[in-house]
């Protein structure tokens, strides 16, 4: 099993929105960076965990667990003219965007706060403290477990 951080802002969709999807979950789609593309498309397995993070927010951080349900599928909004997704170079033959289905596993009695996660030693080196954070990015295991320890 692999572990991610897939940040999120929650007036977009939140952990709450992503409960109330049920098992079916949601596709995570409109990811537009080629890093965390590949991440999604060829390094996440159904059954990885993910560290779900509310951020651009009065209260940015993890709000909570959710698991990768699907393999990458193309995601279908870079097809659609109308989507602030759409990318006219991308073709069904040759699609440039993948998303993963991802399920609601558990939210956080409260939010842990960035502010909180800057201050583990423990998490010096984790993808979401360094610059150019992306969107979706990896956890180590013993981050994860760091992280768990502070819900």
Same mark, same amino acid.
């Given at each position: 099993?692999?572990?991610? /951080?897939?940040?999120?802002? *929650? ?14 979950? !949601?596709? +995570? ?6 890093? @965390?593309?590949?991440?999604? +498309? ?10 779900? $993070?509310?951020? %651009? ?14 393999? @990458?599928? *193309?995601? !279908?909004?870079?097809?659609? *003219?109308?989507?602030? $997704? $759409? ?11 993948? /998303? ?5 596993? !558990? ?8 502010? &909180? &996660? ?9 993808? /979401? &403290? ?10 180590? !295991?013993?981050? +994860?477990?760091?992280? &768990?320890?502070? %819900?």
């Amino acid at each position: 099993m692999n572990y991610w /951080l897939m940040k999120s802002e *929650p007036d977009a969709f939140s952990i709450d929105d992503l409960r109330s999807r049920g098992a079916d979950g !949601e596709p +995570w789609d409109g990811v537009r960076n080629y890093q @965390a593309r590949n991440f999604m +498309w060829h390094d996440m397995s159904v059954g990885d965990r993910v560290l779900f $993070y509310h951020s %651009s927010c009065k209260d940015v951080g993890v709000a909570g667990i959710a698991e990768i349900i699907s393999e @990458a599928v *193309p995601d !279908e909004s870079q097809f659609n *003219p109308e989507s602030p $997704y $759409y990318d006219p170079k991308a073709t069904a033959d040759k699609p440039r965007w993948y /998303l993963r289905q991802v399920r609601f596993v !558990e939210k956080f009695p409260t939010i842990i706060p960035l502010a &909180l &996660l800057k201050k583990q030693s423990a998490l010096v080196d984790m993808a /979401l &403290l360094k610059r150019g954070r992306l969107s979706v990015s990896p956890v180590t !295991e013993s981050e +994860w477990h760091a992280v &768990l320890s502070l %819900s």
